[in-house]
């Protein structure tokens, strides 16, 4: 399902759906290629692939007409950013980028378009589920 932003959301906020909508698919993507190509598995990097092709938001014309990634105030790495020990401490970064834009995109939409809005939702509830599931396997594969 993908929803038009046509006169929907104020052109400020525009720029707020683009950045949340990019990095809950970045989010997920990360994760997906990680379950793929590293531990060959079919299921959960089909599942994500699912999921990420959920994110979508039309027409994507005004959402790149918003976006000025090259005045972002927060542009820079940050060295939170760096602190990542291993492919775990990855995947759970990513779970909570999904997670957290999800739930920005899920709250802008409340005020224009209810069923987007619980779209967003259901994917993070998703994430939620699936971060549990995949954290779980691969603490087990550690053992």
Do not use: W
């Not at 399902?1 to 104020?10: D, F, G, Q, V, Y």
């Not at 994110?55 to 105030?73: F, H, K, M, Q, T």
């Not at 939170?80 to 834009?101: C, F």
């Amino acid at each position: 399902m993908a929803a038009a932003t046509s006169n929907i959301l104020p052109p400020e906020l525009l720029r707020v759906v683009d950045a949340n909508l990019n990095r809950l698919k970045e989010g997920i993507r990360v994760i997906e290629d990680i379950a793929r190509y590293v531990h060959n598995d079919k299921e959960l990097a089909t599942t994500l692939k699912k999921l990420r092709h959920l994110c979508r938001i039309e027409p994507i014309e005004e959402l790149l007409a918003s976006r000025d990634s090259v005045n972002d105030v927060l542009r820079p790495t940050m060295q939170s950013e760096m602190n990542r020990t291993d492919l775990r401490s990855i995947v759970i970064a990513n779970y909570k980028r999904g997670q957290e834009s999800s739930r920005v995109l899920e709250e802008l939409y409340k005020i224009v378009e209810p069923a987007l809005s619980e779209q967003f939702k259901q994917i993070r509830y998703e994430l939620y589920t699936l971060e549990k599931k995949n954290l779980l396997d691969l603490g087990n594969e550690r053992r």
